[in-house]
């Protein structure tokens, strides 16, 4: 097929809902991808932060093409074996007390379970979430995530939602009351700009729900399994919630979506009271296992700190060669360039002209969520790419 049939065939018979870039792709391996002319692109993309052991590693495509040839789907109303190990490592890997977990597709479903739950459980009805925050698109996560653009024309959404501004202890403390039954808060906002929780933050959080009776949800969904150099955000701090939502990355590249708390919380969901056709299914189990598998054997999780580290130096050194870029923020390897001026969607598509696929987080951020497994000379070569393009930025 032809790259103008494509475009026009996907242009005409999907949705618009993307912004479209002019580029179609057809091939990945590791940090680096491939259109269908056979440009190499370094992809700081990576499927929105999903490819966080790099495009089709082999150790996930074989777990995949075992499983497909075994059994690729298998309801939760019967025992599978994939299912069994990953609900296992889940609650091996993740913050101590977190042990009981709900499989779903993607992380606006793991968030509605944590909804779900979270009302269940404590029989209230109030959810606090943050100013900039994303939790997805579904109308309950959509509820939670603040962006007006994104709810615009989809009101009325959940009336008992209050977001507050992320980082301020004391509009939280008058947030937070007795009728509040979860509090949603990403440790490192994605989508809202890459923000970093302020020192203190997280723990104050966790110190008013425990005062207040509410549960803390951490939206890990962007920065777990590695993504900020620990293999969740919240050990950054050493802050644990009572559920973690996760999602993008955990399969490799297959939908997964996951939903993991306290075994008492987790038990107030019944037989009847949630479900999912494909959650839990066994070819998204197994890519999981392995993929997971990776990140612990290619200390992917050191890996994302130095190469991080590599990279927000080299664009520091942008950011001081330019008028243009004003900042560079992150965590490990999920960076953030805040530019003057609202054109990170500009610089972004300019990039690809230089071979590197970048993301924008609101109109003045360019977000840069690479695969962990990025190496030293693409980090320089993204670096370079981004000195050209802004450093040479009309105006
Ligand atoms: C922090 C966070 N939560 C939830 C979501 C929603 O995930 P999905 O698009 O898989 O529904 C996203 C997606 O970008 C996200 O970054």
Request: hydrophobic letters at 45%; charged letters at 25%.
């Amino acid at each position: 097929m032809l790259e103008d049939d494509i475009v026009e065939l996907e242009d005409y018979y999907t949705v618009g809902v993307y912004k479209k870039r002019p580029v179609v792709i057809v091939r990945g391996s590791g940090a680096v991808v491939w259109d269908i002319e056979g440009r190499e692109y370094i992809d700081c993309v990576a499927g929105h932060g999903v490819a966080i052991v790099g495009h089709c590693h082999p150790k996930v495509v074989e777990a995949i093409k075992k499983q497909a040839e075994r059994l690729i789907t298998c309801p939760g109303i019967f025992y599978n074996d994939v299912r069994a190990q990953l609900a296992q490592l889940i609650a091996e890997i993740t913050p101590p007390g977190l042990e009981v977990c709900f499989f779903s597709n993607s992380g606006a479903e793991a968030i509605e379970c944590a909804m779900k739950v979270a009302r269940k459980y404590t029989g209230r009805k109030k959810f606090v979430a943050m100013m900039r925050g994303f939790h997805g698109r579904t109308m309950g996560a959509l509820s939670l995530t603040w962006k007006p653009e994104y709810r615009r024309g989809f009101e009325p959404l959940l009336d008992d939602v209050v977001h507050i501004p992320f980082g301020n202890v004391e509009k939280a403390k008058e947030a937070i009351d007795g009728g509040t039954a979860a509090v949603f808060v990403e440790p490192v906002q994605g989508e809202g700009g890459i923000n970093v929780a302020p020192p203190g933050y997280l723990r104050a959080l966790r110190d008013i729900c425990d005062e207040k009776g509410a549960l803390l949800v951490f939206d890990e969904v962007q920065t777990g399994f590695g993504r900020t150099g620990r293999m969740f955000a919240c050990e950054h701090w050493g802050v644990e919630p009572d559920i973690m939502c996760l999602a993008k990355g955990a399969a490799g590249g297959v939908p997964i979506g996951i939903t993991v708390g306290r075994r008492e919380i987790m038990s107030s969901l019944t037989p009847g009271s949630h479900g999912s056709t494909f959650g839990g299914n066994p070819l998204a189990m197994a890519a999981a296992l392995a993929a997971i598998n990776v990140i612990r054997e290619e200390r992917l999780c050191e890996q994302a700190r130095e190469m991080g580290a590599l990279l927000k130096n080299g664009l520091e050194k942008v950011v001081s060669e330019s008028f243009l870029a004003r900042e560079v923020k992150g965590l490990g390897l999920m960076i953030g360039v805040k530019l003057r001026r609202a054109v990170a969607g500009e610089i972004a598509l300019q990039a690809v002209d230089k071979g590197v696929l970048l993301l924008t987080a609101s109109r003045n951020v360019i977000r840069l969520l690479p695969p962990l497994v990025i190496n030293r000379e693409q980090v320089w070569k993204v670096v370079d790419a981004l000195r050209e393009v802004i450093v040479n930025y009309p105006g």
